[in-house]
């Protein structure tokens, strides 16, 4: 208990006790007894008493805070009170007009001029609890520059006044114009602007918006814009929208091409009188119709027997009579076979077509453009539905050449992403008529594009493009409305946490993308979406942000951003949804003209943790007021885990239904399965009770799409095995009424994910991009025959219980077809070394016949085939790592073929004990035999043939730091003496050492040279079509394989002439070959970690320039997971070169091998 002068004042029952004054308390008396009285748990009271001693507060009174703080801007209208807080009670009778004043700037607009002016009005009021003095407006104070003062009137309690005038200032501001469409600076195609727009930042009074006040100008007679004598448009009607704080003009027809000034006048006010600072003006032009694009571009090379029509994209919908063979036509040389001249020859064309809606026109050939230059003309006479005529001719020229290059040589292409690659998406994106492909890798904070060129291939841009954030999820719109698609992508919170923005890159029209601008979005965004929200004709956007995807402590939200029109965006609202929304779609659901929001949300993975049943996700759909803003949500239950939405009319009805991919749970406790909610449109927007398919497969993402031609839609998804080994396209075809047919699974590499629909080949047929990330890190292209089904995988036979290292094609049993035979890198005396697969000669291969080695032999490194014995016959030679039993140990085997494919082991040939990497066959002395080079630890070793595939151990060249990982052998000084090349990678680099010959099994010195660190491969051709050997060496250091030619000068000398970097991920072994028929060779690389055959195809003295360059061909699958060999040979009997493969079984099983062939389609 607490007493003051004996009185009790407070009492408290938690130690430490204690008694704090609310205020400071006012005694007339020069002293104050302090008694405090203290009661223990068992009755024992103690008191204890002070007598303190007061003197007189003589401490002036502080101004401690004030509200608007110093040098704050408010809104008009916003401000209904000033405030200052003391750090003391205030005597309220000295608190007055005189004490507590407002000031604002007179007509000079300055503080502290004699023409001030004394704000009247204000009801001055003191709280004494906060020690507050306000003043309240019954009128909120206009705009302008404010000074606020407590003066030394003002005092405490006992007296004491401030220690002198206190004095802040702060701005009302006037209204401001915060947007315009068009924009300031907009050039805006014809035909699409009858509104002018501006956009305030507080509500106005709509009655001081009007004709006189709010006017669009042209230029006048001097054709200058911004004098006295620019012209009004006449037509306008002026009106005030109060939910958008927008002014517009509206005029009954499209602005015709010409430049514009728009004005809004300083006499516009708001609800509370405050005027616009002065007149607020912007200008923008409208363009004349003017040409986009054209298929092909100008200065392209196109491959001939592709152009049979041409194309060109325009800025505004055209008046199609105006597109005529006559003013839409091309021309190719004539007798003096030069362009642009008197001469040039008209191609006849058969017809020309305009398609409003892409706003293309197509003119159709008699036939395709034989090898040639061509000119393409349009005329000014072509002019747009508003009759506004191209401002000039346009012209162009191109050229059709010999072109094999962009020729798809075998089915089912992929196309290397970048590291961790997110979305795939599909779309026109240099408007050449062909679709393009843009996939995002995130851990490069990329954008990789590749450009369609016809018939299914691409070529990939010059640059990948910065996105400035590491984006996982991409969407595709026009944002800046000229034409060219744009995009915009977000990270997938799934994989990185704590990323706050979205990237919007710009499309410059030039098969590049501007530099990206980031928008603030929200914590963690997933899911990204584009579409009209506000009405204004402009694609904004929607995210979702899961703030953190695994926590249940961080509900997520929705953010909008609301384009202006140039593809710049102002944030939007924030739309609380709850725990881990994931997809989202922007679509009229109700059919009112603007577009909803529907999104998928997982709900609440807290219970995870306890144990507890997995609660159902939930499809949330927000309906749209018209101005971005929205109601709801109208939620439905879903499945567990839902990760996408795609919208579709499933039954038929004409209305929207929704298709949502549930993932299940599989991470420990009770799985839930994966499931597909389907939910059908009924009236009013809203949506029946959704129902359920179960799936075998783990949905990841979802889409729809006709791919059997039959007007119903299909499902299509990327999917996983439940232990996520393994991952599917999955594919069920629409019956019409919104149920599916049984599903069917098409395998792809691991993490299957982004999946996107297009016609890429031009077939007229629905294709997928499937996009899969992780190792392989691949665009997967699905081509769709047009009946609900996709181009097979290619054709795999079992090549034996072995886990093949090495596949060499040849005709090992003389029946005229090419066989195969593989080396097993777990081969010894007890497991197969060798297993041999007949070819039929017609693409496939009989049942492998498997062959041990001699006794001990263990664990094959490498192979050698040659005809050893003299028989005319194909043998083998094969060193392994250690051989058992003998000393000394001798790990080469050697098989003799008897001509129909059986071979034999010869005894054990000792000769060496030194780690044996790789061998060669060659002839290396001057007999007619064919002889080994062997690569040892720090050595090689050449093994002499004695005529009947027995060696004798030869010359030993041995290295200070070099072990030979790769061997390769030729003339390369055109000496008629065999050469060898070593390949090694060391830890700080990789080295190829050529060693030239003398004929004798010995070696002049080693000429060092250096390549890009990797493990290395070697192959030797005349790669620049000059005359001398070059050498071709991989250098693979995961996630990249770099190519480099050495080019030869004939006398043993090499120089670097071409490096080519990322040809592959990885390079398990490679092959040389004219793989396309030009006679120059071309390369096949097993790209392992991309499921894939890499194709090189050499470009040798292309326009005699030996550049030794190459042109990349797509990646091309293989039947089966993970490749370990290539080889090539024509095993169809067709006349070019095939590609044959091995892979471990589909199980996965390393002794389990299947063989998987490309058949080359270049001769039909």
């Excluded at 006679?1079 to 030996?1106: F, K, Q, T, Y």
């Amino acid at each position: 208990e607490f007493y003051l002068n004996g009185e009790l004042a407070s009492t408290d029952g938690n130690f430490p006790f204690e008694f704090r004054f609310l205020a400071p308390l006012r005694s007339e008396q020069s002293s104050v007894t302090v008694q405090a009285r203290a009661t223990d748990t068992g009755g024992n009271v103690t008191t204890t008493n002070q007598m303190l001693t007061l003197t007189d507060d003589a401490t002036p009174p502080r101004v401690i805070a004030v509200a608007p703080s110093q040098g704050n801007e408010s809104k008009p209208g916003s401000l209904t009170s000033i405030s200052a807080v003391f750090n003391e009670p205030i005597l309220a009778s000295t608190l007055g007009s005189n004490s507590f004043q407002l000031m604002s700037a007179g007509p000079d607009r300055s503080l502290d001029t004699p023409d001030d002016i004394a704000v009247r009005g204000g009801s001055i009021l003191f709280d004494s609890l906060s020690r507050t003095a306000r003043m309240v407006f019954s009128t909120p104070p206009s705009s302008g520059l404010y000074r606020a003062q407590v003066t030394n009137a003002v005092t405490d309690l006992k007296g004491n006044p401030l220690a002198s005038t206190f004095n802040w200032t702060f701005t009302i501001e006037s209204p401001q114009v915060t947007g315009t469409t068009p924009a300031d600076g907009a050039i805006a195609r014809a035909g699409s602007v009858s509104n002018i727009l501006g956009i305030f930042d507080v509500d106005m009074d709509r009655s001081t918006i009007s004709g006189t006040s709010f006017r669009l100008f042209t230029p006048g007679n001097d054709g200058d814009l911004g004098t006295e004598d620019d012209t009004e448009v006449p037509g306008g009607a002026v009106d005030y929208q109060d939910e958008t704080r927008t002014a517009r003009i509206v005029f009954p027809s499209a602005l015709a091409p010409g430049d514009y000034r728009a004005v809004l006048a300083g006499s516009i006010q708001d609800l509370f009188g405050d005027s616009l600072s002065e007149d607020f003006e912007w200008t923008f032009t409208v363009e004349a119709p003017r040409v986009l694009a054209v298929s092909p571009p100008n200065g392209s090379l196109r491959g001939e027997s592709r152009i049979f029509q041409i194309q060109a994209t325009f800025s505004a919908e055209l008046d199609a009579n105006t597109l005529t063979p006559s003013t839409f036509r091309i021309f190719a040389p004539g007798l003096d076979e030069q362009l642009n001249t008197g001469d040039d020859f008209l191609i006849e064309a058969t017809s020309v077509y305009f398609n409003p809606e892409l706003r293309r026109a197509y003119l159709t050939l008699p036939g395709t453009l034989p090898i040639s230059e061509y000119r393409g003309e349009i005329t000014s006479a072509v002019a747009d539905t508003q009759g506004n005529h191209l401002s000039s001719d346009f012209n162009w020229t191109f050229s059709v050449i010999e072109a094999p290059y962009e020729q798809l040589l075998f089915d089912r292409p992929s196309l290397q992403a970048g590291s961790t690659a997110g979305d795939t998406v599909i779309a026109d994106f240099n408007l050449d008529g062909i679709e393009d492909l843009a996939v995002a890798s995130a851990d490069e904070n990329s954008l990789r594009a590749y450009l369609g060129v016809g018939g299914g291939s691409f070529r990939k841009s010059t640059v990948d493009f910065d996105m400035g954030i590491p984006a996982g999820r991409l969407v595709v719109a026009d944002f800046n409305l000229d034409g060219f698609p744009d995009i915009a992508g977000a990270q997938n919170a799934f994989f990185l946490s704590g990323i706050e923005t979205i990237s919007v890159i710009l499309n410059q029209g030039d098969e590049t993308f501007a530099s990206p601008s980031l928008y603030e979005s929200g914590t963690g965004p997933f899911g990204i979406a584009a579409g009209d929200l506000d009405g204004d004709g402009d694609p904004d956007l929607a995210v979702t942000n899961t703030v953190d995807f695994l926590s249940s402590e961080s509900p997520g939200d929705v953010r909008l951003l609301i384009n202006r029109g140039d593809g710049v965006f102002d944030p939007g609202a924030r739309i609380p949804v709850g725990y881990r929304p994931t997809g989202i779609l922007i679509q009229d659901f109700d059919r009112d003209g603007d577009n909803d929001l529907a999104l998928t949300n997982g709900g609440d993975l807290s219970v995870t943790l306890s144990g507890l049943p997995l609660a159902p996700g939930m499809l949330f759909l927000f309906r749209n007021n018209g101005s971005a803003t929205f109601t709801g949500p109208e939620s439905y239950p879903v499945g567990v885990n839902p990760l996408d939405v795609a919208s579709g009319d499933l039954n038929g009805d004409g209305r929207l239904d929704l298709v949502v991919a549930n993932d299940g749970y599989y991470q420990g406790g009770p799985a839930v399965p994966s499931s597909y909610s389907i939910l059908l449109a009924t009236d009013g927007g809203l949506f029946a009770s959704p129902t359920s398919i179960d799936s075998a497969t783990r949905p990841q993402r979802v889409g729809l799409a006709d791919i059997n031609s039959d007007a119903k839609c299909d499902l299509l998804s990327s999917a996983r095995e439940a232990n996520n080994n393994a991952s599917f396209f999955s594919v069920r075809l629409g019956n019409g009424d919104g149920t599916f047919q049984p599903e069917t699974l098409l395998r792809t590499s691991l993490d299957a994910d982004s999946i996107a629909v297009g016609d890429l080949n031009q077939d007229g047929n629905q294709d997928v991009a499937l996009t899969t990330f992780g190792q392989s890190d691949s665009i997967w292209m699905e081509f769709g025959k047009g009946d609900g089904t996709f181009l097979p995988l290619p054709p795999s036979f079992e090549a034996g219980k072995v886990g093949a290292a090495l596949a060499v094609s040849g005709n090992f049993d003389d029946d005229n077809h090419l066989d195969v035979l593989l080396m097993n890198r777990f081969g010894n005396k007890d497991f197969r070394v060798l297993a041999f697969l007949p070819g039929s000669g017609t693409g496939t291969f009989g049942a492998p016949v498997e062959f041990n080695a001699h006794t001990d032999f263990s664990t094959p490194r490498d192979m050698a085939v040659a005809d050893f014995n003299g028989d005319e016959t194909l043998d083998a030679a094969v060193i392994g790592d250690f051989y058992l039993g003998t000393s000394p140990p001798s790990p080469l085997g050697v098989f003799t073929n008897d001509g129909h494919g059986v071979f034999t082991p010869l005894a054990p040939q000792p000769f060496f004990d030194n780690q044996p990497q790789s061998v060669v066959a060659a002839r290396i002395d001057a007999d007619a035999d064919t002889d080994l080079v062997v690569g040892q630890n720090l050595s090689i070793r050449v093994l002499l043939n004695n005529g009947d595939a027995t060696f004798t151990a030869g010359p030993e060249t041995t290295f200070t730091s070099v072990s030979p990982h790769a061997l390769a052998a030729a003339d390369l000084n055109m000496d008629g003496k065999t050469d060898v090349v070593v390949g090694y990678n060391r830890f700080t680099d990789t080295l190829v050492l050529v060693l030239l010959g003398k004929g004798d099994g010995t070696f002049e010195t080693p000429i060092g040279l250096s390549v890009p660190r990797g493990d290395v491969k070697l192959a030797i051709a005349d790669f620049t079509g000059d005359g001398p050997l070059d050498i071709l060496v991989t250098s693979a250091q995961f996630p990249s394989v770099t190519a480099t030619v050495l080019r030869g000068t004939g006398d043993g000398n090499f120089e670097t002439l071409v490096t080519l970097p990322n040809v592959a991920k990885s390079a398990e072994g490679l092959v040389v070959g004219d793989v396309d028929g030009d006679n120059r060779p071309d390369v096949a690389i097993v790209a392992r970690e991309s499921d894939g055959i890499a194709i090189l195809l050499g470009r040798g003295d292309l326009d005699g320039l030996n550049t030794g360059d190459f042109a990349r061909q797509p990646l091309y699958l293989t039947s089966g997971l993970r490749p370990q060999t290539v080889t090539l040979g024509d095993f169809d009997g067709d006349g070019d070169l095939d590609v044959a493969s091995t892979h471990e079984g589909f199980d996965g099983n390393l002794l389990s091998t299947e063989l998987s062939t490309l058949e080359n389609r270049r001769i039909p």
